[in-house]
């Protein structure tokens, strides 16, 4: 990224309406202040040092994910430009983005932009950046999917969660705020993990190690049955694969891919 992508990418022209300096930077290549994060957005403490140990094993495990799952990934964003603006932009926002570890999966000159409740991924995420030059990055916002305050409506053409909605704390409220910023025709992307089908052992023991799994990992839930979220969202078209996740850890194989439509 260089001097001309940050001129280019000028918040002031962007969908993102009311901004506050609490919670977001524009600059990808400056340190974020953290003494003007959002105060709901603890990052000092042991709850901070837990976040960004959380951070720094998520940017870790992303590797390993990526190398398993990079076929399916690959087919997921594949038909990503399909969903540019009548102009030939493409504006993705991405919620829970982590370190950025699909950045590489969006197509060339594709615009981005990152969501994520913990500041901590910021130093991981700038990485990212660095690495994956065909983006444009409008910047970080430091909230939660359940209020996108900064992002107007009807502003992007697409939104992408992977590993996301396992983790949040209302999927339903996450998927309306998904409807309420994407333009009618836009698309919402995600790759996540689920409960195991009904009556099998794998389910038994996603609920016996949930607590634990839930109190260690941030909040990720083994439990959830996200399409059936998703289903009730009220997107247009809904494309769903459920899937196997390759070499996975148990108690996350089950895993659902696609894309629905607003
Ligand atoms: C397992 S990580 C996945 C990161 C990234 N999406 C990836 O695929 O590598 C889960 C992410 O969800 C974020 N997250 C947790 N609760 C969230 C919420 N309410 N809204 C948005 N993101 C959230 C976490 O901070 C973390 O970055």
């Known amino acids: ?42 990052t000092t403490g042991l709850t901070g040092a837990y976040r960004r140990l959380f951070a720094l094993l998520s940017y870790n495990s992303t590797f390993i994910y990526n190398e398993k799952m990079h076929e399916f990934k690959r087919e ?31 197509p060339d000159g594709c615009t981005v932009i990152c969501i994520d409740p913990n500041v901590h991924f910021d130093r991981y995420l700038r990485k990212n950046m660095e690495e994956n030059k065909h983006l444009c990055y409008e910047g970080f916002l430091v909230e939660s999917g359940e209020r996108l305050t900064h992002v107007e409506d009807a502003s992007v053409d697409v939104v992408v ?26 698309a919402f992307y995600f790759l996540e993990h689920v409960v195991s089908e009904c009556s099998s052992w794998l389910r038994f023991l996603q609920f016996v190690l949930n607590p634990l799994w839930s109190r260690l990992g941030e909040g990720c ?17 809904l494309h769903i694969q459920h899937i196997s996740a390759p070499k996975m850890s148990t108690v996350i194989t089950p895993h659902i891919m696609g894309y629905c439509i607003k």
């Open 1 to 42: 990224m260089n001097e001309r992508h940050l001129v280019e990418c000028d918040p002031h022209s962007t969908g993102l309406a009311n901004y506050t300096k609490s919670v977001i930077y524009f600059n990808p290549m400056s340190s974020v202040h953290k003494e003007q994060i959002h105060p709901e957005m603890e």
């Open 76 to 106: 997921l964003f594949r038909n990503l430009p399909r969903f540019r603006s009548g102009d030939g932009t493409l504006r993705l926002l991405e919620i829970g983005c982590g370190s950025g570890a699909n950045f590489q999966y969006y």
């Open 161 to 186: 969660c992977t590993l996301v909605l396992c983790s949040v704390r209302n999927v339903r409220k996450v998927l309306q705020e998904v409807r309420r910023v994407l333009r009618t025709g836009g």
């Open 221 to 237: 839930t083994l439990t959830r049955a996200t399409w059936r979220d998703l289903e009730a969202a009220g997107f247009s078209h």
